[in-house]
């Protein structure tokens, strides 16, 4: 039972709230941050009286009693909800734009993060992506720059404007990566860390949560949920493949996913095509799937000499084929009557602003 | 070992490759129907003598010594190689057009089938796709009407001038469908009954083969070459999603399959969306990954009282969403510099012709 | 809906069913060669009368309306019906006893056939398996060596007086392949093939039924269901591995199925841990499964030189490995109170008796 | 390139590697907390010099230079290289022992764990599991009583003298659970969590690690690696089942995983026939496949009123059950020469001792 409490309880209020939850065998818990909702849970809530909502109703801090399943409803899309617009550096995901987030795997150096960042924006990507931190099966792999590849970040949105997504592993990285991430990345491997995206839901700032490679669609909701419920509502998702036993691509990407998601929530959606292919030279083609499941956006890996990078380089693509890869975005996004979305004038400061939502759809 | 003879080579002197086979401790076979190819195996095959190649090539019949990856060819994109264009009752599948295959899942009767064949064909579809033997999972679920199916189909092109595209599950059951069929259709279940296949192989008339559910590329390719190696060149692929662990969709649709297989193959391949789905509200965004996979054409079920189908009415979509999927279709293709295939002129016959080739790409 | 004819009943009346059921707006269809049931199909039967049944039931002809679930029953188990033991050229499958079938994925020549013959004998196993037709992936493999292969099965049983297992793969080799088998074996990918297993169900031949390598446990018992319809009890079940993501074997055993089916059907259950593990080396670890799993016996690919076979040569141990494996299976039946069966006295017939069952369970 | 580092090597002498890596364009990184390993990487490393292992042989400091591979083998298992034991409490997992851990998936109430703790350690299990933080795929679900259920499962142990393994979900918890755990558990969601591996990497108390539900045999041992690289040699690893397509198990037991693990790595191995199954009745047969796979011991789920549990209900066994499985365990481990470890005499201390190792396998 998941009980909405009036904000003008007091705590004397409260506290008969929870004498009752003891007195019927209830254990109450907060949900997320938010002190107007109280979880009650417990061996008799499965079996629960039917007199119990009643009970609680008459209590005078409780102004409603929801069931689970309407507390499910942060990521749903509902009547007269409007389309989450998430913004990030001053560039807005979801609605009807359309964005090109793009970047290497990994930072590397200097050099070439600067080179591949003044590519990608020539070409017409709007954020940089890149990880300094990167998760990776075996503990004698490159593991990313960490600290120093998060500074090369930041010099390079000072330089292009660009804003930048990176990805965070550890809880106890959440602040320091946010001090230069304007969207922190949920990587495939850490949807489930449900101690991270608790920690990211008491941020204020975008988070971009791949889906699981074995996740189904209602686990990468309900990993959503623990953002959502924290507070933040900027959560946009990414499909980027599950695993299956073909060979021919590294993942399958599951375009019936995102056409499923796009009906059933109101959270921006991106594709993620060079993880589901693991091949460059399939990459344009997958990324032309996004308007099949009505997506909002690519996720792109891009790299100026992709045979010599330290991880993923089969599956980046380069600058030019990243130019017709935004071209033909562009195309296809005006066949529908979206729009591709441009950077924005001035430099994007790190601080982002609240979401906003689009007209209702 | 794999041996090309000369057409020109008399029987006597094929008696001596046989005869050179035999002493060499192979079995020679023949592959399909060709009688320029003849395989050698056995015990002996697999370690092979160094000097056997020559051997045979000293042979007045052997034109060339072939290796097994060469036989596989057939299916193979190769340099200066057209890409195959299928023809069907006037209909061209493959190169630079894209078609529109659709109808019920089944013929279930008679006013019914004709309803959605003057249906499909107004909008826009170029062949009529039907079931009269049905593979059901079950031995009680209705396995179509059979034989008077058949006739209903062949009462259907002759009003509509719709070429007929109808399920062949049988190897005896080939030479009765192709009666009315201008394209065997091979389903997924069916990819790898190689009877059939080989049957298939013997005729002169398409074969639309499915990508059976759990199969990879590799195996509906070596499917594709069953038929082919028999001398029936007219083969086109088709991708309808394959089994995964989540439950949104009832398959997962393969586009990285199909971007291979672009790539790979110059058979032309369709996309099916409505078994991908499963689901009539997402088949018209399933049917916008076409054009990301760089296929052909669509094939799609469509019901006009979808609610009473016999079979997989869930995901059949009505005429008025087929006129929608139809319109996007050749949006998308424009885009592509390609066209949507309108129906010929003039009453199709059933027989078709020899498959065309386009320009080498 | 399905009703059950009284064996009485005349044509007259039976007649007055059909009239009936076409009044109604069903099609009327046989059950496989089943005389007592008759399968009422049609738009209307999905709504259905509420007082259908009851009309039925007013005729004379009719004696009990059971529903689709009711007609599944066949490989059901239920209260007061006995397990099936299956008997095979002598050989007991079912039951409290554990069978081991062995021998070599195809039969390749008549030395090699007979010294693996003797040797699965001497081993202790009571039934040799070998496929004299291959379903090969592609067309320039091995595929067997057809009737010269049947008739060195034949060769083998009568100097051995091993009963013989082999693959059957097209409907129209039923009679052929039966002159030889004591049990026909419908391979992983003619589990769907329903016209094969609607042929195979007009026999009286016993069936070896393996698991599709993505077929879910209700498929296979939906193919099950195939055979027992057309009246052809002597139906075995056996699971072979399906496949998945990982690669250090060639397939999953599924274990949790086997145990799944062992509480859910009457018919008797394999273990073929050869296919399942793809690699020799792990063949005896899966053979002790079975227990596990609770089922009846082995299905296991034996090569006296396993690195000279055609065809899975990386999967077929060899006779000493099978001694082992039949020992550690006894004494593991043993454990269970269960008893390893023994190759019967006396030379077996190619006639198969009656399907016997044991106690109820 | 990984050298191994001389420990009587100065810091000047360390210097000059480091100076050398610089020069030739490594970048060199520590491996865990190992100061004898210095793993070099870099774009220069991919390419190599040939003569670059040399180079670093010739100064002072340098021992061996390893390559990637050879770094890989502290999972691996080598000639001469004992199994490793793994002391949990007094028990040991690994060898010819074979363990029973059972207990609650959640810890739920006092009453109800120390009457289950009784239960499971009078049935023969030697260590109790229970989990006071819980990953759910829902932030509304129960999460587990966090400190107060560490509590309970301490005076669990004070009791009945079983060692307690329980679940680490956070890399911030690590500490706090560790004051009670004797063994900490890391679960399939978490098997990717690389912070949270590298933290108990530095503890020097045992680990079990679950596999991820779609991870690769590889990528577990890469997992177990990250632990054991950090200088923490006491993983004992864990199959739980895999994801598929069929719904009658919720999971599919990799028994085919296991045996090849017990071929290629020296760690000790468990099964958890709970998660595999999902169904209580599936348990006692999927328990029976721990020595089909060699393993050396079960992980079980146990409630002693199933239908009230908070969490995963639906697979725990009663009591009586876990009694049956113990039997059962035992007379199979006998059949092998093994034995079923019995509780220690004496309380346990939660200070567990170093690893011991078996003799050579």
């Given at each position: 039972m998941l009980l909405r409490l009036r904000s003008s309880a007091s705590l004397a209020e409260l506290e008969a709230v929870r004498a009752l939850a003891r007195e019927l065998g209830y254990r109450a818990r907060s949900v997320g941050?938010?002190?107007d909702l109280l979880q009650l849970e417990g061996s008799d809530a499965l079996v629960g009286g039917p007199d119990h909502p009643a009970r609680f109703l008459d209590?005078?801090?409780?102004a409603e009693v929801l069931d689970r399943g309407a507390a499910r409803e942060l990521w749903q899309r509902a009547p007269g909800r409007a389309a989450t617009v998430v913004e990030v550096a001053g560039v807005p995901i979801g609605g009807d734009g359309v964005v090109i987030i793009a970047g290497p795997c990994a930072v590397e150096d200097r050099e070439r993060l600067l080179e591949v960042a003044r590519g990608v924006r020539a070409a017409g990507a709007v954020l940089l992506r890149g990880g300094a931190y990167k998760p990776r099966?075996?503990?004698?792999?490159?593991?990313?720059?960490g600290e120093p590849g998060l500074a090369l970040l930041a010099e390079a949105r000072a330089e292009t404007g660009l804003g930048i997504v990176t990805e965070v592993l550890d809880p106890r990285d959440v602040e320091r990566v946010g001090l230069v991430a304007d969207m922190y990345q949920v990587g495939a491997r850490s949807m489930a860390n449900f101690a991270l995206l608790t920690e990211l839901g008491r941020t204020q700032k975008p988070v971009l949560l791949k889906r699981g490679f074995a996740a189904t669609v209602e686990e990468l909701l309900g990993a959503a949920e623990y953002i959502l419920a924290g507070g933040n509502e900027q959560v946009v998702l990414c499909e980027r493949g599950v695993r299956s036993?073909?060979?021919?691509?590294?993942?399958?990407?599951?375009v019936g996913a995102i056409a499923h998601l796009a009906g059933a929530t109101h959270l921006p959606i991106l594709v993620d095509p060079s993880h589901a292919a693991g091949r460059a030279d399939l990459v344009p083609r997958l990324a032309r799937a996004r308007p099949a499941a009505g997506a909002h956006g690519l996720v792109i890996e891009v790299h100026t000499a992709p045979e010599e990078a330290h991880s993923d380089g089969r599956q980046a693509i380069d600058l030019a084929t990243l130019q017709q890869v935004v071209d033909d975005a562009r195309a296809l996004a005006e066949l529908d009557g979206r729009v591709l979305v441009t950077r924005p004038t001035g430099h994007s400061s790190a601080h982002t602003r609240a979401p906003k939502r689009s007209c209702p759809s």
């Open positions: 941050e938010r002190l209590l005078s801090a409780v099966s075996s503990p004698y792999s490159f593991q990313g720059l036993f073909d060979r021919v691509t590294r993942n399958l990407l599951d």
